[in-house]
C-alpha cells in the first residue's frame, strides 16, 4: 500500500541546532515528494517540493530536503533553527502523478529560545 | 490574489446528522481535494474535483460527498454522522490540466473543525 511515515513524532532543539527530520515512503512508482508546514494557529503551506533533477532541493526559510531514491526516503534538514520553526512538518507523496497528496503523520517541532 | 477560504470556521453537530461544508477555491484554480485531518494525525485524502467532475477519490464510505460549482467553488456533505467524524477539515485548491493537477501546488484553506457529539 502507497504510505508515508515521518519517524518522529515529537523534537524538541535548542535554538542554533541543526535539524534532521525523517520521511520515508513506500514504493508505488513514481513519486513527487513534499514537505508541508503548520505553524501554530496557520493553515497548511508548502516548504519545499521534488519532481525530478537535482535530489537536493531547496525551499523557503532556509530548509532543504534530500531525495536518496535507494532508501526511499525525503529527509528535511536546517543547519540552524530559530524558535520561529517551531510548528508542525508533514511529508507527503503524490504517486504515478495523480491527484492526492498522501501526507506521514506529521512530526511537532518545538525549538527552545 | 485570494487564498483558499472556508466556512463555517467551527461547527458542532450530533451523531446521525448531516453537515455541509464550504470551500472557496483561490483565484485561477479549476480543482478542489478536500482532506480529513483526525487530531494527532496527518490529513487523509477524501476526493479531489477537477472542472465540477469527481477526479479520484479516497477510501471514505458513500456518506462522504460532494460538489464543484461552475465558479470551482466546492461542498464537502456528509451524512448520517459518526463520532470519528470529528476531524479538521482541509479544502486545497490548484491549477489542474487535463484531469491531472499533481505537479501544481495545492494551497490550503484554514479549514473547518467538525466536532460530533
Known amino acids: 500500500a502507497q504510505s508515508v511515515s515521518q519517524h518522529n513524532h515529537h523534537v524538541i532543539l535548542s535554538e542554533a541546532a541543526s535539524l534532521e527530520l525523517g520521511c520515508n515512503y513506500s514504493y508505488g512508482g513514481t513519486v513527487n515528494l513534499f514537505w508541508y508546514v503548520q505553524y501554530p494557529g496557520q493553515h497548511l503551506q508548502l516548504l519545499l517540493k521534488y519532481f525530478s533533477g537535482d535530489p537536493l532541493v531547496k525551499g523557503i526559510k532556509g530548509f532543504e530536503a534530500e531525495f536518496i531514491k535507494s532508501k526511499f526516503s525525503f529527509n528535511l534538514r536546517k543547519p540552524s533553527v530559530q524558535w520561529s520553526d517551531t510548528a508542525e512538518y508533514f511529508c507527503?507523496?503524490?504517486?504515478?502523478?495523480?491527484?492526492?497528496?498522501?501526507f506521514g503523520q506529521g512530526t511537532e517541532l518545538s525549538v527552545k529560545p | 490574489e485570494t487564498g483558499v477560504t472556508q466556512s463555517p470556521t467551527h461547527l458542532i453537530k450530533t451523531r446521525g446528522q448531516q453537515v455541509t461544508l464550504r470551500c472557496s477555491s483561490q483565484s485561477g484554480h479549476n480543482t478542489v481535494s478536500w482532506y480529513q485531518q483526525a487530531l494527532g494525525q496527518g490529513p487523509q485524502f477524501i476526493f479531489q474535483y477537477y472542472r465540477e467532475e469527481e477526479n479520484g477519490r479516497g477510501n471514505f464510505p458513500p456518506r462522504f460527498s460532494g460538489l464543484q460549482f461552475p465558479n470551482y467553488s466546492s461542498e464537502l456533505n456528509v451524512n448520517a454522522l459518526e463520532l470519528d467524524d470529528s476531524a479538521l477539515y482541509l479544502c486545497a485548491s490548484s491549477l489542474g490540466t487535463s484531469g491531472r493537477s499533481s505537479y501544481n501546488e495545492q494551497f490550503f484553506g484554514p479549514g473547518t473543525r467538525l466536532t460530533v457529539l
Open positions: 507527503a507523496v503524490i504517486y504515478n502523478q495523480g491527484g492526492k497528496l498522501i
